[in-house]
């Protein structure tokens, strides 16, 4: 695993946009694996920027999100499809067929996750993965378990997750129970994985995570076994 110390969140925004952005560069094809929540709005917003300068160019890229709430609409404000538009596709030359989320509000829940494995397949896997980090060590909606979820599927979220989701809802009642999330094998399968940390409320959980044992208890701890992990933490 490789380390980087940012020395804050802008620092931290600005360095994981960075080698998001050679992969673009490199590789203008490129299949991005992307993740909600609030540590990888700075990078979005940073990418975002290197479009309106002239750096990036999205029009060949293909992204394929992390996970989605069931249940919400993909106009409901809290859905990953809207958060992924407002921060990021919205700004960007990105060909909107070419974004993809799980769809939470699937009839056949079952169905979509095998359809969305597919997808990933189709695409010929992903070539740079993004990360966050639960403060449990969950990766996408992968909670601590007893084993490791191979595929994607459906979760049924930890009581601890709800409460650190319920932030961004009126009340905790509104948080969905459930969600659609990556496999750790379709995560694993990513050729380059980039994990962001923000704040000194995530340190412990990303040393045990990069240090520990590796166990289903701890998902975030299968990176270690990444060949191509990077790690970005400011605490
Ligand atoms: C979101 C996701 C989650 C978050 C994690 C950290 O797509 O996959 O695993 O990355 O919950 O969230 P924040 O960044 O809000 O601390």
């Given at each position: 695993?490789?380390?980087i110390e940012?020395k804050s969140?802008?620092?931290?925004s600005?360095?994981?946009?960075?080698?998001?952005?050679a992969q673009?560069?490199?590789?203008?094809?490129?299949?991005?694996?992307?993740a909600?929540g609030?540590?990888?709005?700075?990078?979005y917003?940073n990418?975002?920027k290197?479009?309106?300068n002239g750096d990036l160019?999205?029009s060949?890229v293909?992204?394929?999100?992390?996970d989605e709430?069931?249940?919400l609409?993909?106009d409901?404000?809290q859905s990953?499809?809207y958060?992924?538009?407002?921060?990021?596709?919205?700004?960007i030359?990105i060909?909107?067929n070419?974004?993809?989320v799980p769809n939470g509000?699937?009839?056949d829940?079952q169905?979509e996750?095998?359809?969305?494995e597919?997808?990933?397949?189709?695409?010929?896997g992903i070539?740079l993965?993004?990360?966050?980090?639960?403060?449990?060590g969950?990766?996408?909606?992968?909670?601590?378990?007893?084993y490791?979820?191979?595929d994607t599927?459906?979760?049924?979220l930890?009581?601890?997750t709800i409460q650190?989701?319920a932030?961004?809802?009126?009340?905790?009642?509104?948080?969905?129970?459930k969600a659609?999330?990556m496999?750790?094998?379709s995560?694993?399968?990513?050729r380059?994985i980039l994990?962001?940390?923000?704040?000194?409320?995530?340190?412990?959980?990303v040393?045990?995570?990069?240090y520990?044992?590796?166990t289903?208890?701890?998902p975030?701890?299968i990176?270690?076994?990444?060949?191509d992990?990077?790690v970005?933490?400011?605490?």
């Amino acid at each position: 695993m490789n380390f980087i110390e940012a020395k804050s969140y802008a620092d931290l925004s600005r360095k994981a946009a960075n080698i998001i952005s050679a992969q673009i560069i490199l590789e203008p094809e490129s299949v991005l694996g992307l993740a909600t929540g609030s540590t990888p709005i700075g990078t979005y917003q940073n990418l975002v920027k290197g479009y309106q300068n002239g750096d990036l160019d999205f029009s060949r890229v293909r992204t394929i999100n992390l996970d989605e709430y069931c249940g919400l609409s993909t106009d409901h404000e809290q859905s990953y499809r809207y958060f992924m538009n407002h921060h990021l596709f919205n700004h960007i030359n990105i060909d909107r067929n070419n974004t993809n989320v799980p769809n939470g509000c699937a009839e056949d829940l079952q169905e979509e996750c095998s359809r969305y494995e597919k997808l990933i397949a189709s695409l010929g896997g992903i070539d740079l993965q993004l990360l966050g980090i639960g403060h449990n060590g969950h990766i996408a909606f992968n909670e601590p378990n007893s084993y490791f979820e191979k595929d994607t599927h459906v979760v049924k979220l930890k009581e601890s997750t709800i409460q650190a989701n319920a932030r961004f809802f009126n009340t905790i009642d509104e948080v969905p129970k459930k969600a659609i999330s990556m496999g750790i094998q379709s995560i694993m399968r990513a050729r380059k994985i980039l994990l962001i940390a923000n704040g000194s409320d995530k340190k412990d959980i990303v040393m045990k995570s990069v240090y520990g044992p590796i166990t289903p208890e701890v998902p975030a701890s299968i990176l270690q076994l990444h060949p191509d992990c990077t790690v970005i933490y400011s605490y």
